[in-house]
């Protein structure tokens, strides 16, 4: 269930392999017309068909999750492509030592895997993803070239990169999965930069370009417009099936002899706990009872320098230019552990200019908001603080006891709250990150705090491991209690790390539909 990244890479490589696939999607299509990044309305759009909050955008795909309660807002878009539609295309690798912040800083857990398992898949993802980036990063183990070069950092982040030379940081260019060559249906970038309201250009590796169209030429059937209410079981407690609406409302129900679960870090455990029997009470897959908990959002900050000269800093890629590890690993003279993953993007146009990079003071509007506008945009450098998340029990994806989707299922409640270790953690990098900006030559320095929907990633809540009674699925996304369940999306995930999710998910969805398939002989079956 899901036509998302994980549930592209299940779909294309079962039915290649010969199986049967019926993948359920509640959203649609999404037309290259419909984005809006070549035409005057991307930004306003960006407030409304294309905001980041689906409670805001209100799509007929959308459904309705109770935030009231969450320091950052869940990122979720409903479509065949999922969240690649959405994304900017970051596609960095988790690092070495993500495997293991149990052993390393001894909190947390250690993942039931290592980087060196996931390697081989990253690089297979990379290739499928069209990714640019440039060869040799120091902050990874060596490894293939991507398929394409880096993107150009741009005057921006050159800018930015003088800085932290100026200061002995790190720095890199950073991968996006965006290509600057023909690659299948992908076409080279020209540099929009409105990579997160869909690529008109279809340069941004969605994988309804990527990956559906093989998945659909071998076989599978794609079911659109099909909002799924639980997943069946029979005595035994194995799954027998799904029960769904479709697009007219009727309801349905589809046997299968195996269910894969892609419907993201909110849609997988809300419908996992909507599916209670007698064999699983709880919600299925639940007797740890941690599907829904350990959430996971990426708290992410932002300063933005502004500069003297014209660095024509609304270019794309959207994307990110430079990346740097530099305050990634923990050092516990900061006074927490973990890090976070700077890294460098466009500040956009005059709407966005007049929002991000007014004066926090005052309320700027009329000549003087002109004026602003002027003096900024163009001129500008957008330093992006992703940070690591640490997995807490009580941050969490519940029923709402209420409130419902268009189907009368039970909509998604999200309990989360920022801990010190990331309330300091952004403190002291949003300090640094105002002394790298002057050191590149910014003549302001405005600071954003964690915004409250970026970048809303949706880790952690079907956690995978060794033991059942401290996680929900084996090291591949079998269900412990369900034999033929699996999790395919960044619900798998232990620990967040401090970089985009992305290419991480499709290469665990990689990994796990590898071994799936290698198990096949020995599947258990309802049938």
């Not at 039970?410 to 010190?420: L, S």
Request: with cysteine; glycine share 10%; proline share 7%.
């Amino acid at each position: 269930m899901g036509a998302g990244p994980s549930g592209a890479v299940y779909a294309k490589y079962l039915a290649s392999w010969g199986f049967h696939v019926v993948c359920l999607e509640q959203g649609d299509w999404v037309g290259t017309a419909e984005y809006t990044g070549n035409r005057q309305e991307y930004e306003v759009s960006m407030y409304g068909t294309w905001h980041k909050n689906g409670n805001i955008r209100k799509l007929p795909s959308d459904y309705p999750v109770d935030t009231s309660e969450a320091d950052v807002i869940p990122v979720m878009y409903n479509a065949v492509g999922g969240g690649t539609i959405h994304y900017g295309g970051h596609f960095p690798r988790m690092l070495p030592s993500d495997f293991r912040v149990r052993t390393l800083d001894g909190v947390a857990d250690d993942w039931p895997l290592t980087y060196e398992d996931l390697a081989p898949y990253y690089v297979r993802t990379e290739a499928e993803f069209a990714v640019s980036a440039m060869p040799g990063d120091p902050a990874y183990p060596d490894g293939p070239a991507a398929p394409n070069p880096a993107l150009p950092i741009n005057a921006y982040g050159r800018k930015l990169a003088e800085g932290f030379n100026a200061l002995g940081y790190s720095w890199w260019p950073a991968p996006n999965a965006i290509t600057q060559s023909t690659i299948g249906d992908l076409v080279p970038c020209v540099r929009y930069g409105t990579c997160e309201a869909g690529c008109p250009n279809g340069s941004k590796a969605s994988v309804d370009i990527t990956h559906w169209p093989a998945a659909l030429k071998a076989g599978t059937t794609l079911v659109t417009g099909a909002w799924v209410s639980e997943v069946t079981t029979n005595a035994k407690g194995l799954a027998t099936g799904v029960v769904f609406s479709d697009r007219n409302g009727v309801q349905r129900r589809l046997r299968t002899d195996l269910v894969v679960m892609a419907a993201n870090g909110i849609g997988t455990p809300r419908l996992l706990l909507n599916s209670t029997s007698a064999a699983h009470p709880n919600g299925l897959a639940n007797s740890s009872d941690l599907v829904g908990r350990n959430l996971m959002l990426h708290p992410t900050a932002m300063a933005v320098g502004v500069f003297d000269e014209d660095m024509t800093s609304w270019r794309g890629p959207a994307g990110q230019n430079i990346h740097s590890y530099e305050f990634y690993e923990t050092d516990v003279s900061r006074g927490f552990v973990r890090g976070a993953k700077w890294l460098s993007m466009p500040t956009s146009g005059p709407l966005v200019t007049s929002d991000l990079l007014a004066p926090a003071d005052r309320d700027t509007r009329g000549e003087e908001l002109l004026d602003h506008i002027k003096r900024v945009m163009g001129h500008s450098v957008l330093l992006v603080i992703l940070t690591e998340d640490l997995p807490h029990e009580d941050n969490r994806v519940t029923l709402d006891p209420v409130a419902t989707d268009r189907h009368g299922v039970p909509a998604a409640k999200v309990t989360y709250r920022r801990d010190q270790n990331n309330i300091d953690m952004v403190a002291w990098n949003l300090r640094k990150a105002e002394e790298a900006l002057h050191a590149s030559g910014a003549r302001d320095v405005i600071l954003h705090d964690v915004m409250p929907d970026q970048p809303g990633h949706l880790l952690g809540t079907a956690r995978m491991g060794t033991d059942p009674e401290t996680s929900v699925t084996d090291p591949f996304g079998r269900a412990h209690d369900v034999s033929n369940l699996w999790i395919a999306d960044g619900s798998l995930y232990v620990t967040s790390g401090g970089v985009n999710p992305t290419n991480t998910i499709a290469a665990l969805a990689l990994r796990g539909v590898t071994e799936l398939v290698r198990r096949a002989a020995d599947q258990e079956v309802a049938s």
